[in-house]
């Protein structure tokens, strides 16, 4: 299954649609969203590495790449694939990383709409630490999105935000600049927070999804009030649920009193093929998880 080349399946930006490639491990129904798929194919001969993580099975070479395969079972507490016949690899690129997901089973592609998602911790404590939100699909199914961006910085940690990457910046001097930052999950906003305090940016406003920040927009509007004054950046992540970051970004410069906002995206879906998505929606930068240090001088450019 070639995901980039079928034209029809990626969807245009802002309309606060994904699909989702719906994969099997065990008895329970998993998801990815499409754009981080490459590709899906059949198990290819496998390298072991000696002393490696746990969850990585091996390496492979796929078109001169070599690729991590990361044993998704394993991750998530499962048992090994009763059926290996049928298990295949999700080709992923994430973080500006390629990462082969090794699935038992590959079933469909389901659009949806982001309205659709709930976040796990409204159903189960038990899955914040592996799922982004839960999809109850028309004939009464769950499927799972897996975090899968946690799962690969869980493996390697050098993949995620580095803090100590702030010191190319030199010394910093405090901003009174008020940011509103749109992102999901409780890790990546803590990280935020922490680089963006360091970085001299202190009056920051957190919102859970792009539907949370939207009503604070709105909010804002309400008096007809000079927004600018208000705030001066948004900084959204992509995948959200409820509204996420392209269609919130869509909404904002739709909006004949919010469009003067600069709106930055801040994500891991940020790749050379994507990066039209953002374009698309009006977004002034675009920046690619984990570039801290590069999110930090957009928003230097943007705000000063």
Same mark, same amino acid.
């Given at each position: 299954?070639?995901?980039?080349?079928?034209?029809?399946?990626?969807?245009?930006?802002?309309?606060?649609?994904?699909?989702?490639?719906?994969?099997?491990?065990?008895?329970?129904?998993?998801?990815?969203?499409? %754009?981080?798929? !490459?590709?899906?194919? $059949?198990?290819?001969? /496998?390298?072991?590495?000696?002393?490696? +993580?746990?969850?990585?099975?091996?390496?492979?070479? /796929?078109?001169?790449?070599?690729?991590?395969?990361?044993? /998704?079972?394993?991750?998530?507490?499962?048992?090994?694939?009763?059926?290996?016949?049928?298990?295949?690899? %999700?080709?992923?690129?994430? $973080?500006?990383?390629?990462? =082969?997901?090794?699935?038992?089973?590959?079933?469909?592609?389901? !659009?949806?709409?982001?309205?659709?998602?709930?976040?796990?911790?409204?159903?189960?404590?038990?899955?914040?630490?592996?799922?982004?939100?839960?999809?109850?699909?028309?004939?009464?199914?769950?499927?799972?999105?897996?975090?899968?961006?946690?799962?690969?910085?869980?493996?390697?940690?050098?993949?995620?935000?580095?803090?100590?990457?702030?010191?190319?910046?030199?010394?910093?001097? !405090?901003?009174?600049? !008020?940011?509103?930052? =749109?992102?999901?999950?409780?890790?990546?906003?803590?990280? %935020?927070?922490?680089?963006?305090?360091?970085?001299?940016?202190?009056? /920051?406003?957190?919102? +859970?999804?792009?539907?949370?920040?939207?009503?604070?927009?709105?909010?804002?509007?309400?008096?007809?009030?000079?927004?600018?004054?208000?705030?001066?950046? %948004?900084?959204?992540?992509?995948?959200?649920?409820?509204?996420?970051?392209? +269609?919130?970004?869509?909404?904002?410069?739709?909006?004949?009193?919010? $469009?003067?906002?600069?709106?930055?995206?801040?994500?891991?879906?940020?790749?050379?093929?994507?990066?039209?998505?953002?374009?698309?929606?009006?977004?002034? =930068?675009?920046?690619?998880?984990?570039?801290?240090?590069?999110?930090?001088?957009?928003?230097?450019?943007?705000?000063?």
């Amino acid at each position: 299954m070639e995901i980039r080349e079928n034209k029809g399946i990626l969807l245009e930006s802002g309309t606060n649609e994904l699909e989702i490639i719906e994969f099997g491990i065990g008895q329970d129904s998993f998801g990815i969203n499409v %754009i981080k798929v !490459r590709e899906v194919i $059949n198990p290819l001969p /496998l390298t072991r590495t000696p002393k490696g +993580h746990p969850c990585v099975m091996g390496i492979i070479q /796929l078109r001169g790449e070599v690729l991590p395969v990361i044993d /998704l079972a394993k991750v998530l507490g499962y048992p090994p694939s009763e059926h290996p016949g049928q298990d295949k690899l %999700i080709i992923a690129e994430l $973080n500006q990383m390629k990462v =082969a997901f090794h699935v038992h089973s590959v079933a469909r592609i389901h !659009r949806i709409s982001w309205g659709q998602i709930e976040k796990p911790d409204e159903f189960s404590r038990g899955l914040e630490s592996s799922t982004t939100g839960i999809i109850k699909m028309d004939d009464e199914r769950f499927i799972l999105l897996v975090d899968f961006e946690k799962v690969v910085v869980d493996i390697s940690p050098e993949s995620g935000i580095n803090l100590g990457r702030m010191k190319e910046l030199g010394p910093r001097k !405090r901003s009174d600049k !008020r940011i509103l930052i =749109a992102e999901d999950s409780m890790i990546l906003r803590r990280l %935020i927070q922490e680089t963006l305090e360091e970085a001299g940016y202190v009056n /920051l406003t957190f919102c +859970h999804d792009g539907s949370e920040a939207w009503n604070y927009l709105e909010g804002l509007t309400r008096d007809n009030a000079d927004v600018t004054k208000e705030l001066q950046l %948004i900084i959204t992540d992509i995948e959200m649920p409820k509204m996420d970051g392209h +269609h919130l970004t869509k909404r904002i410069k739709e909006d004949k009193q919010l $469009n003067k906002l600069p709106v930055v995206i801040f994500s891991s879906l940020i790749t050379d093929d994507l990066q039209h998505k953002g374009a698309a929606v009006g977004a002034e =930068a675009q920046v690619s998880k984990p570039e801290i240090v590069q999110l930090v001088k957009v928003i230097d450019s943007l705000v000063l």
